[in-house]
């Protein structure tokens, strides 16, 4: 049982901080040499996709085309019926991209701040923009709004997604605002996963700018740990709502096959797929086909998608609990820190003492563990708590996770005792 350090004497904190700095000094003596700044895969779940590489003895899609010249600018029908069927999307909304879906985040984003929408004019024209950040957040979320110049408006992260009211009364309120960047499922790095109400509100809910978008990264849809949580439709969402051209819809096989070599896509009502493919077709002449082709023969399917997230579920599964049981142990009860304990995703969401987050990662790479840097999960980098760290489990080993793990408790403990002594 730990004790509860908030409720503690200075004289039993300074014991405990003698307590923490030797096991710290312990822990550093090990000279970790360990990083766990991004979200990766480990080359060991790299590897359960070798077989991506078979059979291509042809490179004719099915209806013919030869993959590996020019053309199909919109990629591959199959290619396309694939995320269909797999993401509950006419296929016809659909446009296959390169290996990463933060590409067409991004050509959206300049697209938009260019030329505009299928019938508003390009957002450069206005004199100030503005863009609402579930936050915490995804990192690169944050910097391509940064690159564009717009205003970033961090909206707290409920249980059930972001903060509605705050939401509909910002975008309501004012025109400069243009758009919200989600992550509905297993949200990065908290794990939320979006209500259906939430769903509902964000397609319904009326918007000063006649040109407001949704940008629904669903990176982690198919990224379950324990069962299936299903998600609202979007485009279901917005269209009840009135408002059909609302949302950008964005996932990619990177995280699922190769991430360097995986197959994004992006998807968006009719009206406005027919603009984007009219601006893209200037910048490409059609993605890698013979990419698609491979990726497509490799997972063949949505039940053939099933099975290999089930593979690399199996893999990554214990690797969470390796967080979640240390953190349990190691923290729980010493109201130094609070935590999420997500179903899917890629990522754990930890909380310390406010003006903690900075000092403990500070520790962490002092000792040979380095994590992503304190305040990236909101705009700008800037924590106005100083408390969020995002912890990716991912690429170590189990053995190497367990030690960085002890070794980042520790550091939660020192830090937040140090704090509740003042000492900085």
């Known amino acids: 049982m730990n004790l509860n350090c908030t409720a503690l004497s200075r004289a039993d904190l300074e014991a405990l901080k003698v307590k923490y700095e030797a096991e710290y000094r312990k822990l550093a003596d090990l000279k970790l040499d360990l990083n766990m700044a991004r979200g990766k895969p480990a080359p060991s779940l790299l590897d359960l996709n070798t077989a991506i590489f078979e059979q291509m003895d042809d490179l004719d899609a099915a209806d013919g085309t030869d993959c590996r010249n020019y053309g199909v600018l919109e990629g591959l029908p199959e290619m396309r019926k694939f995320f269909g069927d797999v993401l509950n999307i006419d296929p016809e909304r659909i446009i296959i991209g390169g290996n990463a879906s933060l590409n067409l985040m991004y050509d959206a984003i300049a697209r938009l701040y260019c030329f505009g929408t299928s019938k508003t004019p390009a957002w450069r024209r206005k004199k100030q923009l503005k863009f609402l950040c579930p936050s915490p957040g995804y990192d690169r979320h944050f910097a391509i709004t940064a690159e564009f110049g717009f205003q970033m408006i961090p909206i707290e992260m409920r249980e059930d997604g972001p903060d509605m009211d705050t939401v509909e009364k910002l975008a309501a309120s004012d025109p ?6 989600c992550v509905p499922l297993y949200s990065n790095p908290q ?7 939430v769903v509902a509100r964000l397609g319904k809910m009326k918007t000063a700018a006649p040109d407001f978008r949704i940008f629904w990264d669903n990176a982690y849809g198919v990224h379950h740990l324990y069962g ?4 609202a439709d979007i485009f279901e969402a917005c ?5 059909p051209d609302r949302p950008y819809y964005f996932f990619s096989t990177s995280k699922i096959t190769l991430p360097g070599a995986g197959v994004s896509m992006m998807a968006a009502s009719y009206d406005e797929r027919q603009f984007i493919l009219k ?13 698609q082709l491979r990726t497509l023969r490799f997972l063949k399917d949505a039940d053939g998608l099933t099975a290999q997230m089930e593979k690399l579920a199996a893999a990554l599964r214990p690797k969470f609990e390796i967080v979640i049981k240390t953190l349990d142990r190691e923290l729980g009860g010493t109201g130094l820190a609070e935590w999420t304990s997500p179903r899917g995703g ?17 520790l962490a790479k002092i000792a040979g563990v380095t994590m992503t840097g304190a305040g990236a999960t909101f705009p700008l980098k800037k924590d106005p708590r100083d408390r969020n760290i995002r912890i990716a489990p991912t690429y170590p080993t189990c053995e190497e996770l367990q030690m ?19 000492e900085y």
């Open 191 to 197: 794990g939320i996963c979006y209500s259906d109400e």
């Open 404 to 422: 960085a793990m002890d070794l980042f408790c520790i550091c939660v403990k020192l830090a937040g005792v140090r704090k509740l002594l003042g």
């Open 346 to 362: 890629y990522f754990v969401a930890l909380d310390t003492l406010d003006g903690c987050a900075a000092e403990t990662l500070r």
């Open 228 to 231: 299936k949580t299903e998600l």
């Open 239 to 243: 269209e009840k709502g009135g408002h």
């Open 279 to 291: 601006h893209m077709g200037i910048q490409t002449i059609g993605h890698d086909k013979v990419n």
């Open 176 to 181: 400069a605002i243009k758009g919200i960047w």
